[in-house]
């Protein structure tokens, strides 16, 4: 069976965000690890991070839509789009809810942005799993 550009697509996306932050989530770990809390020192990572990202997304998208002439989304890839979206979206919504009270609490800024790196970057990675599950389950 062929897989549609969107599959290939979210497949993409997929490697490149977990290669692009499971890179910068080593560094930000080891980091941390020998108690370096500055936002400054994280950022060289970061912009790493988000090259390696960009650079998989394109290289991988251009390949594909060479390869597939038809790049055209039809009902059922909005359909697995829209059902992923809405059931990985809460958990952007708990990051957020969480560094509001982690403000609150006067928690060091350094954790809420890091707080809510991860749960933006968490819920993308659950929507393109689910995704991915979803194109290959049939719906």
Excluded at 76 to 104: K, N, P, Y
Excluded at 114 to 139: A, M, N
Aim: glycine fraction near 8%; hydrophobic fraction near 55%; charged fraction near 10%.
């Amino acid at each position: 069976m062929d897989t549609s550009f969107e599959e290939k697509s979210a497949w993409i996306q997929l490697a490149s965000l977990v290669i692009g932050l499971g890179g910068y989530l080593s560094f930000a770990g080891i980091l941390m690890s020998n108690g370096i809390n500055v936002l400054p020192a994280f950022v060289p990572f970061l912009v790493a991070a988000i090259v390696v990202i960009v650079a998989i997304n394109v290289v991988g998208h251009v390949a594909v839509a060479i390869k597939n002439r038809s790049v055209e989304g039809d009902e059922r890839d909005q359909l697995i789009g829209c059902r992923a979206e809405s059931q990985s979206a809460w958990i952007l919504g708990v990051g957020v809810i969480g560094a509001i009270i982690a403000l609150i609490l006067s928690v060091h800024y350094f954790w809420v942005v890091h707080l809510l790196l991860i749960s933006l970057f968490s819920s993308e990675i659950i929507k393109l799993v689910l995704q991915v599950v979803y194109y290959r389950s049939g719906i």
